[in-house]
């Protein structure tokens, strides 16, 4: 978060610069404009709040950039909105970087300018739940409700408040489960106001496991891998539903040198008989090996003795996790050469040459 300047100073500077600053096109050194929103501005729709700032703003678009006079605009004309409505409060803008992405945001858009009211606080009353969900789920979506009492309210977050109450469902097997928070009237309680939020879920068909295949790939085609496959045909899938095969699969696919590998579950839903069936595929990859070792810190015998320990040399197979707990054995044992040296590890990749270039640095506090 930026430290404002005193409203006054900024609104006079802005007021003198904004239109030489909107006549000049961006230039290197001029920051991209940022798209903006509202986080627990809750007596105004977004529409509403944007209408009535442009009103004041004539300049304001739907993207502003991210400098000191310019948000300081902003903020005086919420304060003042706020104030209208015998609200005294402090708004602040909050930049990308300065608040974590939420579910519900896409990572990948440019993330925007978020006007906050830090005071008085926006809280969530309770969360109700609406179209009285699956016996067997209320008692955790009552449970996961009320810790939700007293949080932050954020609108643009919506998705993070729903995601618990949608995953308490789909650990139940209502796979295809969707959960929608609306916000309810706005209510003054002491010095904060709270906001109450009504759960609409569609919980949809509680599925079983139909039918499973699994390719996989090179490392155990041909195995059978039944054991590792959980939940059976006819039982209740969950959010990790083939979990213990991925994990054992990709524990054996990274000692063998492929770190980049995927797995898909690829599960079709056949929603009138409530069945969920998987095609379990594995896309393993290059397979890694090791190009150079460079050890950073020690004489000569003492790296003979990691290399030794490592097990690896340039030309092998590289596993994803180097055996560094036997460093670490070394490096804490009173009689070891190594004995209270700390030890750092980078790993440069070469994707197309599927090789590692892994450099070991031992240093003494």
Do not use: C
Not at 22 to 36: G, R
Not at 121 to 126: A, D, G, Q, S
Not at 310 to 338: A, E, M
Request: hydrophobic residues 40%; without cysteine; proline residues 10%.
């Amino acid at each position: 978060m930026r430290k404002p300047w005193p409203p006054l100073i900024a609104f006079a500077l802005y007021g003198a610069l904004a239109p030489l600053l909107f006549a000049q096109s961006a230039s290197p050194t001029t920051p991209a404009p940022l798209p903006y929103k509202f986080t627990n501005f809750i007596w105004w729709t977004d529409a509403e709040l944007r209408s009535l700032l442009k009103d004041r703003i004539p300049w304001l678009g739907d993207e502003i950039t991210p400098d000191l006079a310019t948000e300081a605009a902003v903020r005086i004309a919420l304060t003042d909105l706020l104030s209208e409505k015998n609200i005294h409060a402090k708004v602040v803008a909050f930049e990308p970087g300065e608040y974590p992405v939420r579910p519900g945001r896409d990572p990948d858009k440019p993330q925007p300018i978020l006007f906050d009211i830090v005071d008085p606080k926006i809280l969530i009353e309770r969360v109700v739940l609406l179209d009285d969900p699956p016996a067997d789920a209320r008692e955790a979506l009552s449970d996961t409700a009320h810790t939700m009492a007293g949080m932050n309210y954020e609108a643009p977050s919506m998705g993070f408040y729903e995601e618990p109450l949608m995953f308490d469902l789909q650990q139940l097997g209502y796979l295809s489960a969707t959960v929608v928070l609306q916000p309810g009237a706005i209510a003054r309680d002491g010095d904060n106001f709270i906001v109450p939020l009504t759960a609409i879920i569609a919980a949809g068909p509680k599925y079983r496991v139909g039918s499973v295949t699994v390719d996989g790939g090179p490392l155990f085609r041909g195995k059978d891998l039944s054991r590792y496959i959980s939940p059976k045909a006819g039982e209740v899938p969950d959010t990790n539903a083939l979990g213990l095969l991925e994990n054992t699969l990709r524990a054996a696919y990274w000692r063998g040198g492929y770190s980049d590998v995927e797995f898909n579950k690829n599960p079709t839903f056949d929603t009138v008989h409530g069945l969920v069936s998987y095609n379990f595929t594995v896309t393993p990859g290059p397979q890694y090996r090791l190009r150079t070792l460079k050890i950073e810190g020690l004489d000569t015998a003492r790296q003979m003795l990691v290399k030794d320990r490592l097990g690896i040399k340039p030309g092998d197979i590289y596993p994803q996790i180097v055996s560094l707990p036997s460093l670490s054995d070394l490096s804490t044992r009173p009689d070891s050469p190594l004995s209270g040296y700390g030890i750092g590890y980078t790993e440069g990749k070469d994707k197309a040459a599927a090789a590692i270039d892994l450099t070991l640095e031992f240093r003494k506090p």
